[in-house]
């Protein structure tokens, strides 16, 4: 059964320098995506009960409330669902936020990236630190008890002194649930085609990453690489589900969804999403690239793989199959020992895409 929704809203007032998403500043055809969007999920989606609904983006905040609700008409779901929706600071407002309250959506995640304004100029952001900081108060106002804040390092002109200010804006707002990134420039990007002067480099990345998992740990949860929570009831449900490797359906233009042994993912051009969203490309993936994802994403929560359960899932001994990998991260310090398995130490973490590669056999 699949209880986990991801709806992609790739409007956006303009594109942040940072971003390679499918994204686009096409509200005009707002009405006629939206169309498109609704044909997608009522072919697919079986009706299910959903345990969560993800609006991401792009800017899913662009949308009226009435195309908000026309999406979420078309989904089985109830009080204890949690229903997230992205925003931007720049085009919200306490009506907005009510009117999202009295929809059913009851977790807000803000894209707030920087509390440096010179940095959210730098980066193309359409916001400033004051227009940040009065929406999470609208949403405090509002009594959205569940609200979690973005925020990125190894910015261009970044130092360690502005990082940490950020952070220590962060946790003086106290939001229940922290997402910090590390800036990634990729194809498709404005920095790809044009890249910045005075970025901080890879040894600095990992002292701002460091320096905010030490910051961050005194109050926080930190339950997966780039995620901390204030407990357990903040942790994001929809997020986990991929790292747990559950199913889940992707609607929307480039959105990827996942059932049983098939992984799909939408075109990115908009006509052809708009003449035929029911269109995918899938993947099927064996058991060997099934066991991989549980390891390389199981790897990614703090709490690590339980090879317990990996064992009965695919009827193995995971153990044996990667006995070399396992005892020379262990042997290495950068993997720890748990009650049912393994997990990355914090040194471990620094160096996680150099230690999941090696799990990967095909």
Not at 53 to 76: A, C
Not at 182 to 200: A, Q, T, V
Not at 282 to 307: A, H, W
Not at 310 to 339: A, G, P
């Amino acid at each position: 059964m699949i209880n986990c929704v991801y709806i992609h809203i790739p409007f956006c007032e303009k594109k942040c320098k940072y971003c390679s998403f499918c994204s686009f500043s096409l509200l005009k055809i707002k009405d006629e995506y939206i169309n498109a969007l609704i044909k997608e999920i009522k072919f697919f989606y079986k009706n299910e009960d959903l345990k969560t609904i993800y609006f991401g983006g792009g800017t899913p905040s662009l949308l009226d409330i009435n195309d908000i609700k026309k999406i979420l008409e078309n989904f089985n779901f109830n009080s204890k669902t949690e229903i997230t929706i992205e925003i931007n600071p720049h085009n919200i407002s306490k009506e907005k936020l009510i009117a999202y309250k009295n929809l059913g959506i009851n977790r807000i995640s803000v894209g707030v990236q920087s509390f440096d304004n010179k940095i959210l100029n730098t980066i193309g952001r359409n916001h400033t630190t004051n227009e940040a900081l009065d929406v999470i108060n609208m949403i405090k106002n509002v009594s959205f008890d569940n609200f979690s804040i973005d925020l990125i390092y190894g910015l261009p002109n970044q130092t360690i002194k502005n990082w940490q200010d950020t952070l220590d804006i962060a946790l003086n707002i106290n939001p229940a649930h922290i997402s910090l990134y590390g800036l990634k420039i990729e194809k498709g990007s404005y920095f790809y085609k044009y890249p910045p002067k005075n970025l901080p480099n890879d040894e600095m990345q990992a002292k701002m990453y460091e320096i905010a998992i030490n910051k961050l740990k005194q109050k926080y949860i930190h339950y997966e690489f780039s995620n901390f929570a204030k407990n357990e009831n903040y942790f994001s449900r929809h997020n986990s589900s991929y790292w747990e490797c559950k199913n889940y359906y992707g609607f929307g233009l480039s959105a990827s969804g996942y059932v049983e042994n098939k992984r799909y993912t939408n075109t990115f051009n908009f006509r052809e999403y708009l003449k035929n969203p029911l269109e995918k490309e899938y993947e099927i993936l064996n058991k060997e690239n099934m066991i991989e994802e549980e390891i390389f994403l199981g790897l990614r929560l703090t709490k690590g793989i339980d090879f317990n359960k990996i064992n009965k899932k695919y009827n193995i001994d995971i153990y044996k199959i990667y006995k070399n990998e396992f005892e020379k991260f262990l042997n290495l310090n950068l993997m720890e020992k748990t009650q049912n398995g393994v997990k990355l130490s914090q040194k471990g973490i620094l160096l996680s895409n150099e230690i999941l590669c090696e799990f990967i056999k095909i």
